[in-house]
């Protein structure tokens, strides 16, 4: 795909975001589109954002971890994405709908705040645990700048990982101190529970998520930096939401993390 049409499918989808108006699967219009091609759109996507808004990257995300979601998005590899600090939000937050996302759905995930770099390939879970400082109850809110969810691999890289904003619980701890795969979540939805899930949903442990996750950007030449926090998948089944929703979940022995949309 020439520099062209990657410039203009980029912008696109940074106008989307912008207005909250979804587009037509790129998949549907550029057949031969590759994830590498995607991955240069969410560039020029980013790099609007980076220019245009003044945002700065505070992190990365894997998405598409889970077969649950995997089974609902009918995308069966994991995807993966850049966290902006305009995307953050803390615990409790009240998230407007309207004018700011388009179809959005709540995932319950555990970040890791690192503080150390991280250049992939060939890092190892080890590699990851050595570099997290501590990780974090964690709800990201997807949200797809294509129409009606109907993505492929391609759509979702090429959009940013489908990511629209995260929430981040105030409990920090030290992932040395948790077996990671067996961490238990349970999720809320208006107060009732909503599903549960165990952290080795994300590839059987989250540590080996987010080292995929390092090696794969690291072959485009994306570092991980100290002070980044890494989204490392979700461990239930997405959650659509509308305003009214209150969202909670809790992370045995860690914590938990709250929003609410409006």
Known sequence: MNQEKINS??????EALRTANSVSPLTDRESDIQIEDAYLVSQRMLSRRLELDGEKVVGKKIGVTSKPVQDMLKVFQPDFGFLTDAMERPDAAQIPIAGNLIAPKAEGEIAFRLNKDLVGPGVTEQDV???TET??????????????????IEDTVADNASCGVYVL????VDPRDHDLPNLKMKVYKNGELHSEGLGSAVQGNPLTAVAWLANTLGEFGIPFLAGEVIL????????????????SLEVEGIGSCSCKFV
């Not at 997807?142 to 129409?147: G, H």
């Not at 490392?232 to 969202?247: A, F, R, W, Y």
């Open 9 to 14: 499918l980029g912008d696109e989808l940074y």
């Open 129 to 131: 645990l050595d570099a």
């Open 135 to 152: 990780i974090i109850p964690c709800f990201e809110i997807v949200d797809s700048r294509i129409d009606d969810w109907k993505i492929k």
């Open 169 to 172: 619980g105030k409990n920090e």
């Open 232 to 247: 490392s998948g979700s461990l239930v089944p997405l959650i659509p939401v509308v305003p009214g929703d209150e969202m």
